[in-house]
């Protein structure tokens, strides 16, 4: 591919990715976690949950895991595809 193609691909591929904070500026962008929460109350209002964490962190600690697993699992990532274009031979 050349130079210009891939320029053009990354800048559709920004463009997807911003296009839900542009057009829906004071969207709230929750986690699974919370709607399914919200799903279980309203159907079963008496239902209690039966675990617990073993420990909370705060949310400064709880963003660096975060980006520690995100960061690990980029690099993970990023080392199997360069093994297998090694492998490859190109």
Not at 7 to 14: E, P, T
Not at 29 to 42: H, L
Not at 52 to 77: D, N, R
């Amino acid at each position: 591919m050349s130079a210009r193609t891939n320029s053009m691909l990354l800048g559709v591929a920004a463009l997807i990715i911003a296009a839900p904070l542009v057009l829906n500026p004071a969207g709230q962008f929750g986690g699974t976690d919370d709607a399914a929460s919200e799903v279980v109350t309203s159907s079963h209002p008496a239902y209690e949950k039966w675990t617990g964490p073993l420990w909370q962190p705060s949310k400064e600690i709880e963003g660096l895991l975060f980006a520690a697993q995100a960061a690990f699992g980029a690099g993970l990532l990023g080392y199997v595809i360069g093994r297998r274009h090694g492998r490859s031979g190109k």
